[in-house]
C-alpha cells in the first residue's frame, strides 16, 4: 500500500528511475530521467513460448520472469550507461496483472530498493499504459481521456491531473484485446490474436457481416465484447453446420470494425462528458491500425487533439512504469517494502 512522505521529492531534480515491469509475459526493465527521457527500455517477450499453447500460461510465465528477470536489469543498466549507484528510484508493477508474474517483479524490486536504500514505488500498470503518452510527446499534459485497451481491459479513463484519475467506463465482462485472441484462435490463427486479426481484415470487407454494437447507446460508457464473441462463434458453427463458405478475411474485418466501433464512438462521448480537447490510446491493442485511423479522424472532427503512442510503447513496457512512477515520487508518493502483488488493483489504488 502506498505511503505518503511527509517531504516530497524537489521537482527541480530530475530524479533516474529504475523500473520493472513483469504482469503477464514480458520481462522488462528501463531507466528513464524525470520522467520524460528513456535511456534504455528492454523488453523480452514470451510470446514463442506461449504461442504453442494458443495463449499466456501463467505458471510457465512467472518461471520465466525469474530466469530473466537479472539479466533484464543488467541489460538495462548497460543500454543506459548507468550503475545501480545512480539510481534515484525504483518502480515497480504491482497490479493488475498475473499474480505469480507479478510477484516477481516486486521481489525483485524491494530487493534492489532496500540494497540501494532509494523509494520504492509501486505502479498501478493501467496508470503505466496511459503514461506511456506522455513519453512519446513532450507537449502532452492533463487534462485528457485515455482509452486504455488491451488483452485484460478495456476502460476509459479520465485523467485530471498527473496523480488523479477516474474511471469513466469500462468492460462487464471480455476486454477488446481478450476478445481478439479468442476469436483468432477458433479461427485457427496463431497466438497473439490482434495482429493476425488485424492483417487478415485488411484484406476483406468489414460491411459483409453484420456483427453486433453491444451497449451502443448513448451515455452509456460501459463495454462488453462477450455478445460480439458469441455472434462470431455462431456464424462460423451456422455456416459449417449447412456445408456453406466462409470467407475469412470478411469474419475478421467486420469483427475488427465492430469493435473499433465501439471504442471510437464511446471514447468521443467520454471526451465531450469530460469537456476535454485531448483523447490518447494506450495498451497494446493501441498498436492496431484501424483503431488509430478512426480515432484519428473522429478527433479532427470534433477538433480534439489525438495522440497515439509508438508500436513500443503500446505493448507491456518498463519505461512507462518508470514515467508513472516518476510523477507519484514528485508528489511524495512511494511505497515501503510491505509491497505485494495485487492482480485485481482497481485504476488509482
Known sequence: ???????????????????????????????????RTILSNVISSQVPLHRKYGGVVPE????????????????????????????????VTYGPGLVGALLVGVAAAKAMAFALDVPLIGVNHLEGHVFANLLAFPELEPPFVALVVSGGHTSLVHVRGYNTFELMGQTRDDAAGEAFDKIARVMGLPYPGGPEIERLAASGNRHAIAFPRALAGKDNL?????????????????????GEPVVLADVAASFQSSIVS????????????????????????????????????????????????????????????????????????????????????????
Open 1 to 35: 500500500m502506498d505511503t505518503i512522505q511527509i517531504h516530497a521529492a524537489n521537482q527541480d531534480v530530475k530524479r533516474l528511475v529504475l523500473a520493472l515491469e513483469t504482469s503477464c509475459d514480458e520481462t522488462s526493465a528501463a531507466l528513464v530521467l524525470g520522467g
Open 60 to 91: 510457465i510465465a512467472s518461471r520465466k520472469h525469474i530466469e530473466n528477470i537479472i539479466g533484464v536489469v543488467d541489460e538495462a543498466l548497460t543500454a543506459a550507461d548507468k550503475k545501480l549507484s545512480d539510481i534515484d528510484a525504483v518502480g
Open 222 to 242: 460501459e463495454f462488453s465484447f462477450s455478445g460480439l464473441k458469441s455472434a462470431v462463434l455462431n456464424y462460423l458453427n451456422s455456416a459449417a453446420q449447412k
Open 262 to 349: 465501439v471504442l471510437v464512438n464511446k471514447t468521443l462521448q467520454a471526451a465531450r462528458k469530460a469537456a476535454v480537447d485531448t483523447v490518447v490510446v494506450a495498451g497494446g491493442v493501441a498498436a492496431n491500425g484501424e483503431l488509430k485511423r478512426e480515432l484519428s479522424v473522429i478527433c479532427e472532427q470534433e477538433n480534439l487533439r489525438f495522440f497515439a503512442p509508438p508500436l513500443a510503447l503500446c505493448t507491456d513496457n518498463a519505461a512507462m512504469i518508470a514515467c508513472r512512477a516518476n510523477y507519484k515520487l514528485l508528489v511524495g508518493k512511494v511505497s515501503d517494502l510491505t509491497l505485494n502483488a495485487v492482480p485485481s488493483l482497481k485504476l488509482g489504488e
